[in-house]
Every structure is written in structure tokens, then in C-alpha cells.
């Protein structure tokens, strides 16, 4: 056994020595991987290694690479990822190994057609090898959770509550998952709006076909067309025909996660699906898709569609709304999320059976839970590592628990928007309130930066490069993650 540690074997392909052996070295450092990494340098030595070396879990690879003879192939990674990729193996059970692209060189053709073989991200030279190991590690649990069913962090969660804002929300659900209409679930980050959508689709006549998910600010702005609507056939050189997101979810629910960040330009698209059922991929000519569209956001829509940031008519045709309140307007539905997360949790100490003293419960329903469900969630996943009794106490809590204010504002930074406002430069206010949202999103996310850049919509390399330009530092005994 190896005490909880996550194991893989590891291909990187990047004709830079030095770049292989940097990522190598940083996966040894990392306390709870064990890795064993193979390199190749070219095309050719990366099928060999493939086809005469154990299966690999992850693929690193560049996309641009001199070939054998010593020329530049600008499709070498893809004639890479082609071959792994399309490699049957002789065990039905054993999983495809999970493709990363890591290069200096990218486009919308590439993307395309690195979408169309399944690649699973995109890390940019020169490498935030911080942002690598936090990629590394979110690959390996997916794969574990997948294969391990029981795991206690891969449960299926549960809408909690007694209080009747959450009592009317569930009502609400239970009226609209039995009709066929169209959703859009308005809450703020952390409110538990994916839960909802899974209940919807749950619940309706549709829950016996798929239901697919699609996190609108996570997916790069030149490759959301393809990865909703499909690609045709020689579109890209490596693509023949690859379905789209709409087309997986045909008779069942497509759960559209953070609609408000779809661009403009794709919004008649979508509008076009809710009112005709017909999308139209790249390359491709339209086609019918019985869908349900259930969509979520944590922005204001009207005050969007008021500023010319989103389509009016797409709007109104969500009309069917269901608004999650934040955690601070249910302080009594507190108590039993605690315990809830505590049982969730607690399963990892076989050591010693764990409770939550009545004034823990106390100061939890005081504190303003900017992060909603999901920074309560953290708050007794970290108490429940750190207690050393039986029974959890204020002093198991996390340091930057109930300290947002102090997480978010520096001496130096401003103390309120309202100063914010007062600022006469466009450029300066905006620099101050992207340092002031910053902070705010990791500290809801304990300044884990994998996290929060998915949060917020950005690439973690981006979000790197903010922190260091805002010169935004974590607070006092919290180091980023």
C-alpha cells in the first residue's frame, strides 16, 4: 500500500532534454505522487516507447518537434497523440492515458484539431511547473475516483437543508424537473448550483439518458464552438468526425455551467438550439438534437443584457429561473451541512470518531460564509485533518477562516469599492478592483490557484502572472496552494 499516494507512469515527449528532466524532477518533489517518467525526443521515439513500454496514465507532449532527421515538424505532437490515442489495448478495462499539450506554439487549426483527438489541456511555455503538478494531481484523482467508486471524496452529494428558502428551492426544482422546458439556475459561487441541475435531470422524464456537463469559462474561446456543436470531417487534418457536446447529451440534459461567460458571437448559436432543436457544428450542416438545456450562472444576466454582455432575447428565453440563496440567508440549515461534511469526511480517520463541539456550531452560523457551501465544505474538511481529540473545536479551525476582509485588503490596496469608484483613471480603478476580486476569489478558495483560476474563468498561467503583477500575497500563515 502506499499510504494514500497517487501512482503514474508518465510519457513526456519534448525534444528539449533540459524541459523533461525539469518535469520530472518537480513530480519527484511532490510528496504524495509516485511517478515514473519515460522521455522521448521525436516522433519515432515516442511510438516506440509506446508500443514496447507498460501503459502510460499521462501523455506530456510538445506539439512542435524536429523530426528524426533533424527538420522541423510542426505536426509532431499531433502525429503523437494520434497514435496513443487510436491504440486498443489488450485489456478491456485499462483506460486511454489522459493527453496534456504542453508548447509554445498554438492556433486555432491546433486547437482544433488537438480537441478533436480528446486532448485534456493546454499548459503554456515557459511552464508554471506549480500549475503542471496541480494538473498532474487533478488527473490522477479524476482517474482514481473513476476506478474507485467509494472513495469518499467522489460521493454523490446531496442538497441539505430544512430552512424554507431551501425548502421552496426544492419545491421548485420538483415542479420544474417534470416538465420538458429549459432552466437557468441563478445562485453565487460556492451556492450548490450543479446539484440542483443534477436533480432537475434526475427527477425528470429524461433521467435515463446522459447528462452532460460543460463548464462554459473553462473551455478556450476558439475551441467552445467545436466542443458543443461537433467538427465535420476534414475540418483539421487529425479530425474525422468528432460529436459535439450538445450531440453526446440527445435525449437527456446538457448542464451549461457559467452561461454567462459565453461569448457573444456563440450566444445566437445557443439561441438557436432552445428555439428549433438544431445545431450546426464546424464544418457541418444543421441537424436536429432533442435536448434539454440547463443552464447556471453566478452573474446578473439583466444588468449583462443592460450593458450589451448578453443577448436580451437568450434571456428571456431562460425564463424559467431558480435562484439558490447564499449561505448567510440560511444559518439553520448550517448545523446539518456541518455534519453532513463531517461524515463525509471523517471516513478518512479510522483512528478516532470525530464530533463538532457546540461552539464550533455557534461561531459557524456567525461567520459571513462568503464561499457559500462550497468554503464551509473546506472549513470542516480541514478541521477534521488537523483535530487531535475527538471532538472538533474553534481551535481546529483553518487560520484564514472567517478572516476575508483581512485576506482581501492589504495596507496598501484600497478599503472599499466605493474608494474604488472615486478613482478618476479608468486604468487605475480597474487595476484595484481586479486585485480586490482576486484576493476575494482565493480567499473562498483557501488560495488554492488551480481552483480559483477555473472560478474565475482563467487559465492558472494567467492567473500566476496577475498575482505577481497586482502583487497579491496570501496572508499571514497561509501559503498558496
Given amino acids: 500500500m502506499n499510504s494514500g499516494k497517487l501512482t503514474a507512469r508518465i510519457l513526456i515527449v519534448d525534444d528539449e532534454?533540459?524541459?523533461?528532466?525539469?518535469?520530472?524532477?518537480?513530480?519527484?518533489?511532490?510528496?504524495?505522487?509516485?511517478?515514473?517518467?519515460?522521455?522521448?525526443?521525436?516522433?519515432?521515439?515516442?511510438?516506440?516507447?509506446?508500443?514496447?513500454?507498460?501503459?502510460?496514465?499521462?501523455?506530456?507532449?510538445?506539439?512542435?518537434?524536429?523530426?528524426i532527421n533533424g527538420h522541423l515538424?510542426?505536426?509532431?505532437?499531433?502525429?503523437?497523440?494520434?497514435y496513443a490515442l487510436s491504440q486498443k489495448s489488450s485489456h478491456p478495462k485499462e483506460e486511454r492515458p489522459v493527453a496534456v499539450i504542453i508548447t509554445a506554439n498554438s492556433s486555432i487549426q491546433t486547437a482544433l484539431e488537438t480537441s478533436?483527438?480528446?486532448?485534456?489541456?493546454?499548459?503554456?511555455?515557459?511552464?508554471?511547473f506549480s500549475s503542471l503538478m496541480e494538473l498532474t494531481q487533478k488527473i490522477l484523482l479524476e482517474r482514481q475516483q473513476k476506478n474507485n467508486p467509494e472513495n469518499p471524496t467522489s460521493e454523490t452529494r446531496k442538497i441539505i437543508g430544512k430552512s424554507r428558502l431551501m425548502i421552496d428551492v426544492v419545491k421548485k426544482v420538483g415542479r420544474i424537473a417534470h416538465s420538458d422546458s429549459d432552466v437557468l439556475i441563478y445562485g453565487e459561487t460556492g451556492t450548490g448550483k450543479d446539484l440542483i441541475a443534477q436533480a432537475i435531470h434526475k427527477y425528470s422524464p429524461r433521467s435515463n439518458g446522459p447528462f452532460i456537463v460543460v463548464n462554459c469559462s473553462a473551455i478556450p474561446s476558439e475551441m467552445i464552438e467545436s466542443e458543443l456543436f461537433g467538427i465535420g470531417k476534414r475540418v483539421a487534418t487529425s479530425v474525422d468526425h468528432r460529436k459535439g457536446k450538445f450531440e453526446q447529451a440527445h435525449g437527456g440534459s446538457i448542464?451549461?455551467?457559467?452561461?454567462?461567460?459565453?461569448?457573444?458571437?456563440?450566444?445566437?448559436?445557443?439561441?438557436?438550439?432552445?428555439d428549433y432543436k438544431e445545431i450546426q457544428g464546424v464544418g457541418q450542416t444543421p441537424r436536429r438534437v432533442d435536448v434539454r438545456v440547463i443552464a447556471a450562472t453566478n452573474r446578473n444576466l439583466s444588468h449583462a443584457v443592460s450593458q450589451k454582455q448578453f443577448r436580451s432575447d437568450l434571456f428571456y428565453r431562460l425564463s424559467f429561473m431558480i435562484e439558490l440563496p447564499p449561505l448567510r440567508d440560511r444559518k439553520s440549515d448550517i448545523p446539518l451541512l456541518a455534519q453532513y461534511f463531517l461524515?463525509?469526511?471523517?471516513?478518512?480517520?479510522?483512528?478516532?470518531?470525530?464530533?463538532?463541539?457546540?461552539?464550533?456550531?455557534?461561531?459557524?452560523?456567525?461567520?459571513?460564509?462568503?464561499?457559500?457551501?462550497?468554503?464551509?465544505?473546506?472549513?470542516?474538511?480541514?478541521?477534521?485533518?488537523?483535530?487531535?481529540?475527538?471532538?472538533?473545536?474553534?481551535?481546529?479551525?483553518?487560520p484564514w477562516f472567517d478572516n476575508h476582509t483581512s485576506s482581501l485588503i492589504d495596507s496598501d490596496d484600497l478599503n472599499s469599492l466605493t474608494d474604488i469608484l472615486q478613482q478618476d483613471k479608468i486604468q487605475e480603478a480597474t487595476e484595484s478592483f481586479e486585485r480586490f476580486f482576486l484576493r476575494q476569489k482565493l480567499a473562498e478558495n483557501n488560495w488554492n490557484i488551480l481552483a480559483t483560476a477555473e472560478q474565475v474563468g482563467i487559465r492558472r498561467q494567467s492567473l500566476h502572472r496577475k498575482i505577481n503583477r497586482l502583487r497579491i500575497t496570501p496572508p499571514k500563515g497561509v501559503t498558496e496552494k
Fill in 255 to 274: 448542464f451549461l455551467d457559467e452561461i454567462g461567460d459565453l461569448s457573444l458571437d456563440l450566444q445566437p448559436k445557443l439561441l438557436r438550439v432552445l
Fill in 343 to 398: 461524515g463525509i469526511y471523517s471516513r478518512k480517520r479510522a483512528d478516532v470518531t470525530l464530533s463538532l463541539s457546540s461552539e464550533l456550531i455557534d461561531r459557524l452560523q456567525t461567520s459571513s460564509w462568503v464561499g457559500n457551501v462550497r468554503e464551509l465544505e473546506k472549513v470542516i474538511e480541514y478541521a477534521t485533518v488537523t483535530c487531535q481529540g475527538n471532538c472538533i473545536t474553534e481551535n481546529d479551525l483553518p
Fill in 116 to 128: 478533436g483527438l480528446g486532448v485534456y489541456d493546454y499548459i503554456s511555455k515557459p511552464i508554471d
Fill in 17 to 67: 532534454v533540459t524541459t523533461c528532466q525539469y518535469i520530472d524532477r518537480h513530480l519527484q518533489m511532490e510528496e504524495n505522487l509516485i511517478t515514473t517518467c519515460d522521455f522521448a525526443h521525436n516522433v519515432e521515439e515516442a511510438i516506440d516507447k509506446i508500443d514496447t513500454d507498460s501503459p502510460y496514465d499521462i501523455l506530456f507532449v510538445d506539439l512542435w518537434m524536429p523530426s
Fill in 73 to 82: 515538424d510542426q505536426e509532431a505532437g499531433i502525429k503523437v497523440l494520434k
